[in-house]
């Protein structure tokens, strides 16, 4: 049980497009959502929480209205990327946790690979 | 402001016991995570530890001291697999998880 997807796995877009990535729980009602960033050799950077029906809390630093998210149902989250840059590419994850505020474990989708040429 | 630490790289012989040390010093505790990650994949939950001592999950051990604010996650009798880096995270009094830098285990035949 508690499986999150996400799609796509792997992204190539060109500078100045954008790009929706997708986070799915498939077998539980997901009521936050978690999106981080890894860059390479580097840890998990929590780039914002979402709760269903709500706007997304995000961290200092990140700029809402450049990674626009929504999280629209229990079970769905989005993340877009808009006029994308090559600085953007990075490792894009979601986490997903049945608790409100995130409080109980957080199960992990396998992650989304953005390149921007 | 809030930290976890832990080494950057270990290596170990196949066979072997290996232990990856943790501290942290974070606003508030509601518990400690061990994540396995191998590269390019996303995080695998291996461990959580919310009170003091010893939680044995198989090959792998997760120690806990919240008046050291200290942990170690411990890995017995390793296997080629288990090649990766290693993540301890903390949430904070907000429920956040705070994130260490992560340690790469090469595994050696």
């Known amino acids: 049980g508690a499986v999150v997807s996400q799609h796509p796995s792997r992204v190539i877009c060109k500078s100045g497009t954008s790009v929706k990535i997708e986070c799915r729980s498939l077998?539980?009602?997901?009521?936050?959502m978690f999106w981080y960033r890894q860059f390479p050799k580097q840890s998990l950077m929590l780039m914002a929480t979402s709760n269903e029906g709500s706007k997304a809390t995000y961290e200092q630093g990140v700029e809402k209205d450049k990674f626009l998210i929504n999280h629209a149902s229990l079970t769905l989250s989005t993340l877009t990327v808009t006029s994308a840059h090559p600085e953007d590419s990075s490792f894009y994850i979601c986490?997903?946790?049945?608790?409100?505020?995130?409080?109980?474990?957080?199960?992990f989708g396998p992650g989304t690979r953005l390149t921007v040429t | 402001g809030q930290n976890i630490d832990q080494p950057t790289e270990m290596t170990a012989t196949e066979g072997a016991i290996v232990q990856i040390n943790c501290t942290y010093q974070t606003s508030g505790f509601n518990g400690l995570f061990w994540y396995q990650q191998h590269a390019g994949e996303a995080p695998t939950f291996l461990s959580y530890n919310v009170l003091d001592g010893l939680e044995e999950k198989g090959r792998f051990s997760s120690f806990l001291s919240r008046s050291k604010g200290y942990s170690y996650l411990l890995l017995k009798e390793l296997q080629m697999k288990d090649s990766a880096s290693y993540l301890c995270a903390v949430k904070d009094s907000n429920y956040q998880l705070i994130w260490g830098a992560g340690t790469k285990l090469i595994i050696k035949p």
């Open positions: 077998d539980f009602q997901a009521t936050t």
């Open positions: 986490s997903a946790s049945e608790d409100p505020g995130g409080s109980g474990e957080q199960y």
